[in-house]
């Protein structure tokens, strides 16, 4: 195996903070190399200096045993280094051929665009990588997982050797991560090296040959996938062990705190999206709605917490039936409500860290005097809830927007939690955290249940649907499939129920609930 | 007094392309290079944003008003043309009038300080005040202007904080004059202490209705303020016409008001022609109010919180319609009392094209002065003293009025474009993640 690529000391260093200190990284031919740590570990500084984004203060860069210097993305492209963004970099109306021959544009007779050829080119990798999309189709019209397919062929075209790709998996569904690893795994074996950065551990195990881990700017060393397991990578993440496992004691459920009988909703673009659905959540126990994105889980909570109109059917929160919910009554009725958009719904931004942590009660004493604003009162509160939730910041003063997206979800879980509620509503609390971010949250959680408030849980992410759930409802199109006792199911029933397949079939797809699942190992 | 001509065109225009919002938020990448690095500069960077860079706006809007100067001089339009036989002269010629200029201007708007000195020393030697009125009618014709320019810039402040855009501050400021007018000369028996407040009230009330039209528009069938504002100043223009050559003309040929009664005038404090009145204290009494509103009521806050995030406020349940209403009222009544302080204070009666410019400068203003209360009188301090000191410059300096516009234009789109402010200076806050950015391919 040759070294296609080393990093060799680089240190970078912005006002105030060291953001790479020393890292070593070298790659070889033929290896899909995982760059794993926290938000805010560096991994992201690294890969724009090797993309001649930043220019490095110390260290160097070797391309195949040469020194290069790459001041810019053009270097790194001619040395046959390729990124693919988080954020896609394409022009929605233009087709795959006009974006993938775009800055590079080849003409015929001086003034032509010479798309034919390129298409062909396009047709010819995605032939060779396995790569399947059709060079004339428009980008709006593409799935998400194949426009990421475009910015793979993209890189490819411009005879990229090394690819980079940040964070690929976190715009994908469960099926289009599948199918990038199947990708990744051709293009390797088709000798191209691969750097993969990334905060989720599950995929590391599954794609890497080699991992290396980022710690507050710090290399903490490069491990094969083969001798760790995750529980040791993410303490070498985290710096400290992680509990992968939420313990949690057997649910004392007592009296009812939400019914939700035939609920009917429409979305903002007036589709019935929630169509007919019965549950209840009662104190002491955790309700999960799994299912895949989309199926009316959000509108189910919006309409829950008054965001959304009710189309049809009854709410009945704390003994009381609601017609029209407004969000402030429902907040007064002791509802707190961890919403799925935290920076759209969950924060105001530019408002400092304590004017964030009364957002729901500003007006009401102690906060409030009447009309005036206790500041005080306000900002003592803000050092409170700071310490008392862990929320990792210099001061209460700064802006939420200056927080890491894990502290930003600790600030609204402080908020809410502090607050005197009977019913959790919590949309995908853990979605885009890190590890010890999502081990905070929780424990949190439990803790609520167990304190006895009702808890109503709704994620995309089955593993913490099945750590956290006493009992689950799958939603699917609209409606609830069926509602299971946590513990007398598996991942496999949980998944046919979310593909619609109703239980009367399941016995034909063979697949029977598992009994007593007490742990659920949380991998993600 | 003062030119009150075309100054509406240029601030007006050039702000209506600035973002409406005060506060621009950098969108922070979901991963930058390190959540300590953001916030360790915060402070500095507050600093830099609202006081260093609005400073820096207005020396560099001096500067190429100052350039503009020099190539629009006839003197130095000649010394230029014979720049090869002489350059010096040229570049001479080019500066002084340069300091030709700004010295006018800035003596017309301040006065002569030598000319002040003297006037307070005669006046402890002697008793006699005529020299030291002499001396200060230049500043105390500055603050006169700085008055409305206090109370609109407020106005648009407050809606800017709620993420309304207020252009309608110019039909509400017609408006307020008018009804403060009404009520001011078509009452004759009340003694000075209820008919002040009462004709103070009544053009707050007029700017109240005039802004709460086109806020209940957007709050109940979301109509976009711009527009239904700029509907409501023609309103307004149209309407007074009607008014001033009709119910509320006074006797005899020009369409204008009777004068008002002197029990609804707003105390001077100097004789005739100094026209420093009470109504500029009260301008700043009431930037202490908005302060207090915007910062220290639950009000403001929720004012605040739906200019900031309209989703996350509805969410903590405030009621994003109501405040739209509240704010465009306030904003409103802001407005109508600079008319009304112009009328009881200054003016004393209303004519046709009595506003002037007034509201479209206080946008850009607003802008300025990051819509804070204090920064909008630092503003309404610099467009008053502008606006003072350009009758001056014209017949001293023999330059345009309309340099003013230019200026004030000039300092708008360097508020607007912060880009451009950190460019000429090397301000280097937030490189590091504007950098970000420009990644992908290309250049």
């Given at each position: 195996?040759?070294?296609v ?24 031919q ?19 200096i ?35 963004h ?6 929605p ?7 993938v ?10 003034i032509?665009l ?9 047709l ?8 399947e ?8 019209d ?7 397919r ?67 700017g ?16 993410a ?16 649910a ?21 999206v ?6 209840d ?9 799994a ?16 965001l ?9 929160v ?22 799925e ?57 700064v802006n ?63 593993d ?61 | ?11 007006g ?28 500069r ?5 600093w ?18 100052g350039?503009?100067?020099a ?43 030598a ?9 402890f ?23 409305p ?25 017609f ?12 009452i ?13 009230f009544?053009?707050?009330?007029a ?30 223009f ?34 005739d022609?100094l ?7 009260l ?21 605040r ?9 509805r ?19 802001l ?91 090397r ?14 391919w290309?250049?």
């Amino acid at each position: 195996m040759t070294t296609v690529l080393e990093l060799r000391g680089i240190t970078k260093s912005f006002p105030g903070v060291l953001a790479n200190d020393h890292i070593d990284l070298t790659l070889e031919q033929g290896e899909i190399h995982a760059l794993l740590g926290e938000n805010g570990a560096g991994k992201t500084t690294l890969m724009n200096i090797l993309y001649g984004l930043y220019k490095p203060d110390e260290g160097e860069i070797l391309v195949r045993g040469e020194k290069v210097d790459i001041h810019s993305p053009n270097d790194a492209i001619a040395r046959g280094i390729g990124m693919v963004h988080q954020h896609f970099m394409l022009i929605p109306v233009m087709t795959v051929t006009e974006n993938v021959m775009l800055g590079i544009e080849p003409t015929r007779d001086v003034i032509f665009l010479d798309k034919s050829t390129v298409a062909e080119h396009v047709l010819e990798i995605s032939k060779q990588y396995g790569l399947e999309v059709d060079p004339d189709a428009t980008i709006k019209d593409l799935a998400v997982g194949t426009q990421q397919r475009v910015e793979i062929i993209k890189v490819l075209y411009r005879s990229a050797e090394i690819l980079i790709l940040d964070e690929p998996t976190a715009v994908l569904t469960p099926q289009e991560v599948e199918g990038l690893f199947k990708i990744l795994q051709t293009l390797v074996d088709k000798g191209k090296s691969i750097i993969f950065i990334t905060h989720k551990l599950k995929e590391v195990m599954a794609v890497a040959d080699r991992i290396t881990v980022l710690r507050g700017g710090r290399t903490v060393g490069t491990v094969s996938p083969k001798k760790v397991d995750p529980a040791k990578l993410a303490a070498m993440m985290v710096g400290r062990e992680v509990n992968l496992v939420v313990r949690k004691k057997r649910a004392q459920p007592k009296e009812t705190a939400l019914t939700v009988k035939n609920l009917f909703v429409r979305d903002v673009r007036k589709n019935l999206v929630v169509r007919g659905v019965t549950f209840d959540v009662r104190k002491g126990e955790v309700l999960g709605v799994a299912g895949v994105q989309g199926n009316g889980q959000s509108e189910l909570v919006y309409a829950l917490t008054g965001l959304l109109p009710i189309e049809n059917g009854e709410i009945n929160v704390l003994g009381k039936t609601v017609r029209k919910l407004t969000p402030r009554r429902v907040l007064e009725r002791g509802v707190a409500h961890v919403p799925e958009d935290r920076q759209k719904y969950g924060l105001v931004l530019s408002f400092p860290l304590y004017d964030n942590l009364v957002l729901c009660n500003y007006y009401l004493p102690p906060f409030a005097n009447g009309v005036s604003l206790r500041q005080k009162v306000i900002i003592e509160n803000g050092e409170k809830l700071v310490k008392q939730f862990d929320i990792r910041t210099p001061s209460v003063y700064v802006n939420a927007s200056s927080l890491s997206g894990g502290n930003q979800q600790k600030l609204i879980v402080g908020r809410e939690f502090s607050r005197p509620i009977q019913l959790l509503i919590a949309a995908q609390p853990t979605r885009g955290l890190d590890v010890g971010s999502i081990e905070y949250i929780h424990n949190r959680i439990i803790e609520k249940r167990d304190e006895g408030t009702a808890v109503l849980l709704v994620s995309s992410e089955l593993d913490e649907i099945l750590a956290l759930s006493d009992r689950i409802a799958v939603m699917y199109r609209g409606q609830i499939m069926e509602i299971v006792d946590a513990s007398e199911t598996s991942k496999e029933y949980l998944g046919l129920l979310m593909a619609g397949i109703a239980a009367s079939q399941t016995a034909i797809a063979g697949a029977k609930p598992k009994k007593e699942v007490k742990e659920v190992e949380r991998v993600f | 007094m003062p030119a009150k001509k075309d100054a509406r065109k240029s601030p007006g225009s050039t702000s209506s392309d600035a973002t409406p919002r005060p506060v621009p938020q950098s969108k922070q990448p979901a991963e930058t290079s390190g959540e300590l690095h953001r916030e360790i500069r915060r402070p500095s960077s507050a600093w830099v944003d609202n006081l260093l860079m609005p400073a820096l706006a207005v020396f560099t809007g001096l500067v190429v008003g100052g350039l503009i100067i020099a190539v629009a001089n006839d003197a130095a339009i000649t010394a230029w043309g014979n720049f090869f036989q002489n350059p010096v002269a040229a570049i001479k010629a080019s500066w002084d009038a340069i300091i030709q200029a700004y010295s006018a201007l800035f003596g017309g708007a301040l006065g002569n300080p030598a000319d002040i000195v003297a006037g307070f020393q005669t006046y402890f030697a002697t008793g006699q005040t005529a020299g030291l009125y002499k001396a200060i009618y230049p500043f105390s014709e500055s603050l006169v202007l700085t008055t409305p320019y206090i109370f609109l810039g407020l106005a648009v402040a407050l809606g800017f904080r709620c993420g309304l855009f207020n252009i309608g501050a110019e039909g509400q400021f017609f408006m307020g004059a008018l009804g403060a007018a009404y009520v001011g000369y078509s009452i004759t028996t009340l003694p000075w202490f209820i008919h002040l407040p009462l004709a103070l009230f009544g053009g707050a009330v007029a700017g109240a209705i005039w802004g709460a039209i086109p806020g209940y528009l957007k709050a109940k069938f979301g109509a976009h303020e711009v527009v239904n504002t700029i509907m409501m100043n023609w309103i307004a223009f149209r309407l007074s016409d009607w008014l001033l050559n009709g119910p509320m003309k006074a006797v005899g040929y020009r369409p204008v008001t009777s004068t008002v009664e002197a029990t609804a005038e707003l105390p001077r404090f100097f004789p005739d022609p100094l026209r420093l009145n009470w109504g500029f204290p009260l301008a700043l009494v009431f930037a202490l109010l908005v302060y207090w509103f915007l910062f220290k009521t639950t009000l403001g806050f929720e004012v605040r919180a739906v200019g900031a995030n309209p989703d996350a406020s509805r969410y903590a349940g405030m009621s994003v319609m109501r405040n739209f209403v509240l704010v465009m009222t306030l904003s409103g009544a802001l407005a109508g009392l600079a008319g009304a302080t112009q009328v009881l204070g200054t003016d004393h009666w209303v004519g046709q094209g009595f506003s002037a410019g007034y509201g479209f400068d206080s946008i850009a203003l607003a802008l300025l002065g990051k819509s804070h209360p204090l920064g909008v009188v630092l503003a309404a301090l610099l467009f008053g003293i502008l606006r003072g000191g350009a009758t001056s410059m014209q017949s001293l300096a023999r330059i345009p009025i309309h340099i003013i516009s230019v200026i004030q234009g000039m300092v708008i789109i360097f508020v607007a474009a912060p880009a451009i402010i950190r460019w000429i200076y090397r301000l280097r806050i937030g490189t590091a993640e504007q950098t970000v950015l420009t990644r992908g391919w290309g250049k």
